[in-house]
């Protein structure tokens, strides 16, 4: 009983340690690719670093998720722009 619990614990602990290895290889390896097919970007965690780096997040009204200005949806009502997570979410909106 004590040996098929070890075992079991070891093989939790040594598939969490690949799959954080391998995510670590992948992640690299997307770096190394890039994306050039998009402008003004040099990778994919160059955008994720420039939506959070300018600062703070707005709250979708309809839905309460918290979304980087940079990469929302805008949409201004009465000269107050409000910033929404999907086209869904804007769609939804009675501003």
Same mark, same amino acid.
């Given at each position: 009983?004590?040996?098929?619990?070890?075992?079991?614990?070891?093989? *939790?602990?040594?598939?969490?340690?690949?799959?954080?290895?391998?995510? *670590? *290889?992948?992640?690299?390896?997307?770096?190394?690719?890039?994306?050039?097919?998009?402008?003004?970007?040099?990778?994919?965690?160059?955008?994720?670093?420039?939506?959070?780096?300018?600062?703070?997040?707005?709250?979708?009204?309809?839905?309460?998720?918290?979304?980087?200005?940079?990469?929302? *949806?805008?949409?201004?009502?009465?000269?107050?722009?409000?910033?929404?997570?999907?086209?869904?979410?804007?769609?939804?909106?009675?501003?």
């Amino acid at each position: 009983m004590v040996r098929t619990v070890l075992y079991l614990l070891l093989t *939790i602990v040594l598939i969490t340690f690949l799959r954080m290895v391998l995510g *670590i *290889i992948m992640r690299e390896f997307g770096n190394l690719l890039g994306s050039p097919g998009r402008p003004g970007q040099s990778g994919p965690r160059q955008a994720s670093r420039g939506a959070t780096a300018g600062g703070e997040l707005k709250r979708d009204p309809v839905c309460g998720t918290f979304v980087a200005p940079v990469s929302a *949806i805008h949409k201004t009502v009465g000269g107050e722009v409000h910033y929404f997570c999907s086209p869904a979410c804007r769609d939804k909106f009675r501003g």
